[in-house]
Nanobody
Framework: QVLLVESGGGKVQPGGSLRLACSAS????????MRWWRQIEGKEREMVAS?????????YYADFVKNRFVISRDNEKNTVYLQMNNLEPEDTAVYYC???????WGQGTQVTVSP
């Protein structure tokens, strides 16, 4: 059984930082690309960042988070991270991790950016 568990969400002031983590089990984590998505209330879920696997690990970002967020992975810990800096109120959403191209999703973690 594949299980993805996100953590690290919370409330932060504008300009602040949070680091999300997604711990995976039940899969050969190092062989899968991973993605972070978010869903703003009342809107469609949107992709935030992606990270590949293999000898050359590549990262991809949505335009709205470039130069603010960094996705990384630790294959020893079966965990993918999303470092979020310079957060804006518009980043308020539920953030989900996902095994790239699969129907495996975590339960989500709430991020609220507010004064």
């Amino acid at each position: 059984q594949v299980l993805l568990v996100e953590s690290g969400g919370g409330k932060v002031q504008p300009g602040g930082s949070l680091r999300l983590a997604c711990s995976a089990s039940g899969i050969a984590f190092s062989t899968f690309g991973m993605r972070w998505w978010r869903q703003i209330e009342g809107k469609e879920r949107e992709m935030v960042a992606s990270i590949t696997t293999g000898d050359e690990v590549l990262q991809y970002y949505a335009d709205f988070v470039k130069n603010r967020f960094v996705i990384s992975r630790d294959n020893e810990k079966n965990t993918v991270y999303l470092q979020m800096n310079n957060l804006e109120p518009e980043d308020t959403a539920v953030y989900y991790c996902n095994v790239w191209g699969s129907q495996w999703w975590g339960q989500g973690t709430q991020v609220t950016v507010s004064p």
